[in-house]
Every structure is written in C-alpha cells, then in structure tokens.
C-alpha cells in the first residue's frame, strides 16, 4: 500500500523537523518546502495527499498558497491543514473561508498534528464512499474530498461540510431551518463549530450558489436558513 504524502511548507526548521519526524513515525511519507514560493511549485508537481501550511511564510504568505491551491483545477482537491501562532475565533474563520480544511494554532503537540492529519484524510476516504443526489440535471464528480457540482454549464466545488448544509437545506424544501438543527449534522467540522463559524460557512456556500446562477441561501436573524431556487436580486 502505498504511504500518504504530507507537504510540510513551514519556513521554522525546528516545526519542520518535528512534523517531518511525527509524520514518518505514523507511516507517511513527506516533502518540505521552507518558503511559499517553492511549496506552491510542490504542490503542483508532487499533488500530495494533503499539505501543512504555515501561516507566515516569506514570499508567498500561507494565505496567497491557500488561495492558488483552492483555485487550481489539479491542486484543489488537496486537503490544507493551517498552521498559525494566531488562534483567535476570526483567524479560524479567515483561514477557513479560504479553502483550509482544519487548523492548529502553535506551540502544538507533534502527535496533536498526526491525529488532525488522520482525521482530515479519514474525512476524504469516507465521502469518496458518500454517493449524494442534489439536483436531478447535475453531474457530480470527486476531486480528492471535494464534490464538483457541474450545473447549467458552470461548475461548484463544494466540500463534503458544504454539501452536508445544501443537502439538508434542500431537503426541507424552502422551510426556515435553524442553525442548531445545521451544527447537529454528522461530522467534526460542524459538530465542533461555533454558530458564528456556522454562518461563515453558510455565507461563503450562498456565494457560490449565487455565482454559479443555480439558487441562493436566505440568511435571517437567529441563525435561520432557507434555500432558494433562484439567487436573490441585487
């Protein structure tokens, strides 16, 4: 069986070291990139299972990284785990809304890091095995943990959390559904969200809806939600 590969792109020699040597012990294989410039040429060459990024990197920041790979049809299937020595609520959600899968804040604990990469690549297999139905004239495709939703002739990547909320959004069929009803919904990323994380997501869904001209997300006070069959008018 052939071993994951994790890119660490961290420009810290001492966290690369630690992750390099956590990650090889739990059986992954690895490559390193210290800066963001060479990490991204990486990523690109190598498409790795998933990829560690820091934050704070010289040239190309963890956020401009995350950015090219969420943008790149070959790379943005690959899960992120954000590394960054800022951990406060707004940061966790900058770095999600950018494409980033999970995060650690620093000083980690190197087996902390090995059990949140298990986990993210555990995710991906289990909704390799999902098989979701979300409009009768769809097509929907898999790009590693990612769903391409091919919808009047314009495509929506979604990941498998924002597929959760559309399916049950759907389901309900225009009905005002709460937003604890949402963070019950099976799966660590919501389970363990805050209802600010929640509408974040929420929002960062509706705006890819409203792009692709296939429906929209009513966003009300309270934390209600209802779909629409057709974006709002601006």
């Known amino acids: 069986m052939t071993a994951s590969i994790v890119q660490i792109i961290e420009d810290e020699p001492l966290h690369a070291d630690l992750l390099d040597r956590a990650l090889r012990q739990a059986q992954f294989a690895t490559t390193l990139a210290a ?14 299972s998933l990829i560690l990024l820091d934050l704070m990197l ?18 943005r299937h690959i899960p992120i785990i954000m590394l960054t020595a800022v951990g406060t609520e707004a940061d966790r959600i900058a770095g999600l809304e950018m494409g980033a899968d999970d995060y650690v804040v620093k ?56 597929l959760k909320l559309l399916q049950y959004l759907l389901t309900r069929d225009g009905e005002l559904v709460r937003g604890d009803d949402l963070l019950k919904l099976p799966g660590e990323e919501l389970g363990n969200a805050s ?22 997300i009513e966003i009300l006070p309270g934390s209600r939600y209802r779909f629409l069959a057709h974006p709002r008018p601006t």
């Open 35 to 48: 800066d963001g410039e060479s990490g991204w040429r990486d990523a690109q060459r190598l498409l790795p």
């Open 107 to 162: 000083p980690f604990s190197p087996r902390e890091v090995v059990s949140r990469v298990q986990a993210v690549l555990r995710r991906v297999h289990e909704t390799r095995r999902e098989d979701p139905v979300l409009f009768s004239d769809a097509s929907i495709t898999m790009e590693g943990p990612y769903f391409v939703l091919s919808l009047q002739e314009r495509q929506i990547t979604v990941s498998s959390t924002e």
């Open 58 to 75: 010289p040239g190309l920041s963890g956020h401009e990284v995350c950015r090219l790979v969420r943008r790149t049809p070959s790379t």
């Open 195 to 216: 209802r600010e994380e929640l509408d974040h997501r929420v929002r960062f869904l509706r705006r890819k809806l409203e792009n692709s001209g296939t429906g929209s």
